[in-house]
């Protein structure tokens, strides 16, 4: 257990549609970085926030976005869905008290019909 | 973007035997990591590499951090059965104070064959 909890585990969804995956960060990691796991492309790494500001942007489409609130929970949001945007979604975290360590969670499986 | 060369691909090999596989990238990095990756879960560190030309073990994995720094090879001995898994290698760079996110090889399956 990574200690980093991320829900729903499974979710199956329309094309157009719009979806929120939620994170948990390992207690006192102040860092949430955001993966999308695909076959062709492989892990990529979407965006990373820091107390709650963004720090880093990777290939994020404009379709998506993220936030960190003050609890430090992060919630991706992905909207006008697309059959390509079928993927596994990591949330990951690290802090002084991970020892700057990356922790994956488990990911979010998102199928689009 | 930065790309992490990663191979092989695949590997088949037999339990017991010893198991090579490495990254390099064309730019630097100033951390090295190696995940591996069971189905249904997220990738689990297994090996991180902090300075150039650092050689860290942890039990059976062996992992070193090229001295240009855009290179890792990882080695697994005596290979068992829960080897078996995608093994990937990341490259960390730190800017504006932080570390930004990682960047992944495309992985290497590894299949233990009875």
């Known amino acids: 257990d990574s200690g980093v909890t991320q829900t729903p585990k499974h979710l199956i969804t329309a094309t157009g549609q719009r979806v929120t995956l939620r994170c948990s960060p390992r207690?006192?990691?102040?860092?949430v970085y955001w993966y999308q796991q695909s076959l062709d492309q492989g892990l990529q790494f979407l965006i990373q926030?820091?107390?709650?500001?963004?720090?880093a942007k990777g290939n994020i489409l404009e379709r998506f976005s993220a936030q960190q609130f003050p609890d430090l929970h992060s919630e991706l949001n992905l909207s006008s869905l697309e059959l390509g945007d079928s993927a596994l979604y990591f949330c990951?975290?690290?802090?002084?008290?991970?020892?700057?360590?990356?922790?994956f969670g488990e990911g979010s499986w998102l199928t689009v019909v | 973007g930065q790309q992490l060369n990663q191979s092989p691909q695949s590997m088949f090999i037999q339990e017991g035997e010893d198991v090579s596989m490495n990254c390099t990238s064309s730019?630097?990095?100033?951390?090295w990591l190696w995940y591996k990756q069971d189905p249904g879960e997220g990738p689990v560190l297994l090996i991180a590499?902090?300075?150039?030309?650092e050689l860290t073990s942890n039990g059976r994995l062996t992992a070193q951090f090229g001295i240009t720094r855009k290179d890792s090879f990882l080695n697994i001995s005596a290979s068992i059965p829960s080897d078996v898994g995608i093994y990937f290698c990341?490259?960390?760079?730190?800017?504006?104070?932080?570390?930004?996110?990682?960047?992944f090889g495309k992985g290497t399956h590894l299949i233990i064959q009875p």
């Open positions: 990341a490259g960390q760079q730190y800017s504006g104070g932080g570390a930004d996110g990682l960047t």
């Open positions: 990951a975290s690290t802090g002084i008290n991970s020892g700057n360590t990356i922790y």
């Open positions: 730019s630097i990095f100033n951390t």
């Open positions: 590499l902090y300075k150039a030309g």
């Open positions: 207690s006192g990691d102040l860092s």
């Open positions: 926030y820091y107390n709650g500001e963004e720090r």
